[in-house]
T-cell receptor, first 113, second 114 residues
Framework: EAGVAQSPRYKIIEKRQSVAFWCNPISGHATLYWYQQILGQGPKLLIQFQNNGVVDDSQLPKDRFSAERLKGVDSTLKIQPAKLEDSAVYLC???????????FGEGSWLTVV | AQTVTQSQPEMSVQEAETVTLSCTYD???????LFWYKQPPSRQMILVIR??????QNATENRFSVNFQKAAKSFSLKISDSQLGDAAMYFC???????????FGKGTRLHILP
């Protein structure tokens, strides 16, 4: 079974530029999560999708971050314009049913300079 | 709101010895799930072990076991016969059965001494 796929793995951009990360969850997983993990901290949930609907985006900085999951499968997370404090690993995760184990991708490392 | 606390930022253990990582959580819910994830330097989160709150029996996965104390809201991870490959960050996580959110602690960095 293929795991959660993320790309790009690494990205370096200058502040005020934009960046987009892509995630393809495990086949059949209805729930998709984006987490932000700053160095030395635990992951923080940015947004949670159930199929193509948003369940929770309360911690998403909506002035600069956006995410979509148009067909209920893969998802894109965008940052525009980026700030230095956005430097982090962006983890995508998916889950089959409520209560089931959440599986994580390898993450997308973002450095903003 | 639920919280997860890992009070040990770093721990060290001699290879082949046993180590216990602590985790406490706070919730008013009765139905939930608890997890331990391992995160090596590659930063991928790898599931180590999972516990359903309604189960009294402690979960075990090979060298990994938990001590789940529901009343005390404690969920510690015991690693037996520690190996060099066990060196990583370990995160305790809480998942609500209601809203499906998962909340992580701040992590414990585990060093294995040869």
């Amino acid at each position: 079974e293929a795991g959660v796929a993320q790309s790009p793995r690494y990205k370096i951009i200058e502040k005020r530029q934009s960046v987009a990360f892509w995630c393809n969850p495990i086949s059949g997983h209805a729930t998709l999560y984006w987490y932000q993990q700053i160095l030395g901290q635990g992951p923080k949930l940015l947004i949670q999708f159930q199929n193509n609907g948003v369940v929770d985006d309360s911690q998403l900085p909506k002035d600069r971050f956006s995410a979509e999951r148009l067909k209920g499968v893969d998802s894109t997370l965008k940052i525009q314009p980026a700030k230095l404090e956005d430097s982090a690993v962006y983890l995508c995760a998916s889950s089959y049913l409520q209560g089931n184990t959440i599986y994580f991708g390898e993450g997308s490392w973002l450095t903003v300079v | 709101a639920q919280t997860v606390t890992q009070s040990q930022p770093e721990m060290s253990v001699q290879e082949a010895e046993t180590v216990t990582l602590s985790c406490t959580y706070d919730t008013s819910e009765s139905d939930y799930y608890l997890f331990w994830y391992k995160q090596p330097p590659s930063r991928q989160m790898i599931l180590v072990i999972r516990q359903e709150a309604y189960k009294q029996q402690n979960a075990t996965e090979n060298r990994f076991s938990v001590n789940f104390q529901k009343a005390a809201k404690s969920f510690s991870l015991k690693i037996s016969d520690s190996q060099l490959g066990d060196a990583a960050m370990y995160f305790c996580a809480y998942r609500s059965a209601g809203d499906d959110k998962i909340i992580f602690g701040k992590g414990t960095r585990l060093h294995i001494l040869p």
